[in-house]
């Protein structure tokens, strides 16, 4: 594993970063309790040192799963990367700007985005609880919030900094304009995006922008939420409340297959997975600090952080990047 620093702070993340997202449940067709804490603990085994959640994650359940499982660790070799900034509960009161409508449970709820300072403080409080934990090591906005100004939520921020409550300050899905606006303020340490082989749209203006101005970059949705691993062309199937039955939609899945078919043989040349030769590329890009990849369980986790034992070439990484250029978006 390698440990690589974020942005402007003394934080050192593991490359390969645990995303917390699918053992949530929600929007994922459910979840397992006892494989998940198996698959956090796998994580640390083998070398991943940090979990990135989030309060949305099941509604507080990704948050608390990850707290029992660091139940009697060395807190002092773990990173948690959690965010504020979507409110489902009605605490809001209408304020904030309405994102999406989702039934959860047999429960219709709505989510905001919303950052104001007086949320950002409720939402730490929360997620330290959640957590089992006495600070956070990274404290990332989830959104966008066009209703409270920039300046508001990182000088939020930068207060818990002081307060000793987060050790570093991010933003996630902000274009380079967010960024540029945010730093006038207090320059955030980092900017949580989608990243993929599929979606490499980051790559004209944000990718320049943080490298010069030390911002790390978090890559997430590295996989696609699955569909670069090939199982889904494999009679994989996905329950009725997965809400990747929609995601894969927005990509022409027939060039998807094509191009993992002529992945394979690469992959099968470095005795490694699909998922494992996309995840290592990832993590050799220009500007990407560290990758999020999710996994249910303790085999997917191993597999996770075995990937960076894969070496490859300037040329091989320039052969794959010329399957590529079709899906540049």
């Known amino acids: ?65 990850i707290g029992e499982a660091i139940k009697g660790k060395d807190r002092s070799k773990i990173q948690i990367l959690t965010k504020f900034g979507l409110v489902w509960d009605g605490s809001n009161q209408g304020k904030g700007q309405h994102f999406f409508d989702i039934e959860d449970n047999g429960r219709k709820l709505q989510v905001y985005k919303y950052s104001s300072k007086a ?39 930068e207060t818990l900094i002081r307060q000793g409550k987060i050790r570093a300050a991010g933003v996630s899905n902000h274009d380079t304009s967010l960024l540029k606006e945010a730093s006038k303020t207090f320059a955030p340490a980092s900017n949580q995006v989608a990243y993929s082989m599929l979606n490499r ?55 998807v297959k094509a191009f993992l078919e002529k992945l394979e043989p690469v992959a099968a040349g470095k005795n490694a997975t699909l998922a494992q030769l996309v995840l290592r590329w990832t993590t050799l890009q220009k500007g990407i600090t560290v990758v999020l990849a ?36």
């Open 1 to 65: 594993m390698e440990y690589r620093t974020l942005g402007n702070t003394d934080l050192k993340l593991s490359a390969i970063t645990y995303g917390a997202f699918a053992i949530g449940g929600t929007m994922w067709g459910g979840t397992q309790k006892k494989e998940s804490i198996e698959a956090i603990h796998a994580s640390l085994d083998n070398g991943v040192t940090s979990l990135d959640t989030a309060p949305f994650y099941g509604f507080g359940l990704s948050e608390e799963l």
């Open 119 to 157: 949320n950002i403080v409720r939402e730490v409080e929360d997620s330290l609880k959640r957590l089992d934990t006495d600070y956070i090591d990274l404290l990332q906005q989830h959104w966008p919030d066009a209703t409270t100004p920039i300046d508001e939520t990182m000088e939020a921020m």
């Open 201 to 255: 749209s980051i790559e004209a203006e944000l990718v320049p922008y943080a490298v010069e101005n030390n911002i790390g970059i978090i890559a997430y949705s590295p996989i696609e939420r699955g569909l670069l691993s090939g199982k889904y062309f494999q009679n994989e199937t996905l329950k009725n409340d997965d809400h990747r039955n929609g995601y894969f939609g927005q990509f022409d899945l027939e060039k």
């Open 294 to 329: 999710g996994a249910r369980n303790a085999g997917q986790a191993v597999s996770n952080a075995q990937a960076m034992s894969i070496a490859l070439s300037a040329d091989e990484l320039q052969a794959i990047n010329g399957e590529l250029v079709d899906f540049r978006r």
